[in-house]
């Protein structure tokens, strides 16, 4: 499998994703093209007595920039070089501007035929697996007809990556009987119920994690507040455990809980995800955290890996053909 890996966006630096690129190459067999500026990657790669394709790039389009316009005036931007070059690679990883990479995917990849937005997929830690929080942040403004789209989507992406045959998907909202919500969730759910799917109803906010469904569909604005609120409180739950509890044990006891604790840290990293895909376009574009590392960037590649061999594009494109 062929990757574009972008060097840039990366808060710990260039050579970061380049160690993700080679610890993807070495475990997962992956074929790794880097991209960015050569006079920065080379030197880099010279130091650690590798050599690796590179596409050159000059330019970075900041998180401060209006993606549309970006895309279109920084032609020598690692965003824009590497969606120029997409069509001779399986997938494309970047910890960029997640706007540009809407931006980019949506006009340079493309959609997948029928479906009318691409979304972000998110799982959010649950008691027992994750629940597929889609959209987290995309769509900010959607009608009925995009949430069961978004279902549909994130049915398929359960199905490919994860086994589950009949996914269960819940529509958040602010009670669980079917009268409840705004007019958007009120038409949505009736929508849901006629979709073929495994609507199973509406799902408040305080049960998200309890897994209650498999997919759970929000518009992008909600969707995005309920992913910063759970990062956030990810890592205030370890800074209070450090404050109040761990720091008034003996040194045996601290070595103790943080062993105990070592699973939850890790349902609640970041870094072991690896990366979220902006679903619906024609290639696998994996938009990783800007606060990565090189386990990060494998992990990235290991979730397009998974992708690409089973074939997500073509079975949303099945699941697609035909709609309106």
Same mark, same amino acid.
């Given at each position: 499998?062929?990757?574009?890996?972008? &060097?840039?966006?990366?808060?710990?630096?260039?050579?970061?994703?380049? +160690? *993700?690129?080679?610890?993807?190459?070495?475990?997962?067999?992956?074929? =790794?093209?880097?991209?960015?500026?050569?006079?920065?990657?080379?030197?880099?790669?010279?130091?650690?007595?590798?050599?690796?394709?590179?596409?050159?790039?000059?330019?970075?389009?900041?998180?401060? /920039? +209006? =993606?549309?316009?970006?895309?279109?005036?920084?032609?020598?931007?690692?965003?824009?070089?590497?969606?120029?070059?997409?069509?001779?690679?399986?997938?494309?990883?970047?910890?960029?501007?997640? *706007?540009?990479?809407?931006?980019?995917?949506?006009?340079?990849?493309?959609?997948?035929?029928?479906? !009318?937005?691409?979304?972000?997929?998110?799982?959010?830690?649950?008691?027992?697996?994750?629940?597929?929080?889609?959209?987290? *942040?995309?769509?900010?403004?959607?009608?009925?007809?995009?949430?069961?789209?978004?279902?549909?989507?994130? &049915?398929?992406?359960?199905?490919?990556?994860?086994?589950?045959?009949? =996914?269960?998907?819940?529509?958040?909202?602010?009670?669980? +009987?079917?009268?409840?919500?705004?007019?958007?969730?009120? /038409?949505?759910?009736? !929508?849901?119920?006629?979709?073929?799917?495994?609507?199973?109803?509406?799902? /408040?906010?305080?049960?998200?994690?309890?897994?209650?469904?498999?997919?759970?569909?929000?518009?992008?604005?909600?969707?995005?507040?309920?992913?910063?609120?759970?990062?956030?409180?990810?890592?205030?739950?370890?800074?209070?455990?450090?404050?109040?509890?761990?720091?008034?044990?003996?040194?045996?006891?601290?070595?103790?809980?943080?062993?105990?604790?070592?699973?939850?840290?890790?349902?609640?990293?970041?870094?072991?995800?690896?990366?979220?895909?902006?679903?619906?376009?024609?290639?696998?574009?994996?938009? #990783?955290?800007?606060?990565?590392?090189?386990?990060?960037?494998?992990?990235? #590649?290991?979730?397009?890996?998974?992708?690409?061999?089973?074939?997500?594009?073509?079975?949303?494109?099945?699941?697609?053909?035909?709609?309106?």
């Amino acid at each position: 499998m062929k990757i574009l890996f972008d &060097t840039t966006g990366l808060d710990l630096g260039v050579k970061e994703v380049i +160690e *993700g690129a080679i610890l993807s190459k070495e475990e997962l067999n992956i074929e =790794p093209t880097l991209v960015g500026d050569e006079d920065i990657i080379r030197p880099i790669l010279n130091e650690i007595g590798m050599d690796m394709n590179i596409l050159d790039a000059k330019e970075i389009i900041t998180n401060e /920039e +209006e =993606p549309a316009f970006a895309i279109r005036r920084k032609k020598d931007s690692s965003i824009v070089v590497a969606f120029n070059n997409l069509n001779e690679y399986d997938a494309f990883i970047s910890c960029g501007s997640t *706007g540009a990479l809407l931006a980019g995917g949506m006009f340079m990849a493309g959609r997948i035929n029928n479906v !009318k937005r691409a979304v972000l997929p998110t799982p959010i830690p649950t008691i027992n697996g994750n629940t597929l929080l889609i959209d987290s *942040g995309a769509n900010m403004d959607v009608d009925a007809d995009l949430l069961v789209q978004f279902a549909k989507l994130g &049915t398929v992406l359960k199905q490919v990556t994860e086994g589950i045959e009949k =996914p269960k998907v819940g529509l958040l909202n602010v009670g669980v +009987e079917e009268n409840k919500g705004n007019a958007l969730t009120k /038409e949505a759910f009736l !929508k849901l119920k006629e979709a073929d799917i495994n609507f199973i109803g509406n799902i /408040e906010g305080r049960d998200i994690n309890k897994h209650l469904c498999d997919v759970l569909v929000c518009d992008g604005f909600v969707g995005n507040i309920i992913l910063k609120n759970t990062e956030g409180l990810a890592g205030f739950i370890m800074t209070l455990l450090k404050s109040k509890v761990i720091s008034n044990l003996s040194d045996n006891a601290k070595l103790e809980v943080m062993q105990s604790l070592s699973p939850v840290v890790k349902t609640l990293d970041y870094r072991e995800v690896g990366g979220v895909l902006l679903l619906g376009l024609k290639k696998l574009v994996i938009k #990783a955290h800007g606060a990565s590392d090189r386990n990060a960037i494998k992990n990235a #590649a290991k979730s397009a890996l998974l992708m690409h061999e089973n074939k997500l594009i073509d079975k949303i494109e099945n699941s697609f053909r035909g709609e309106i």
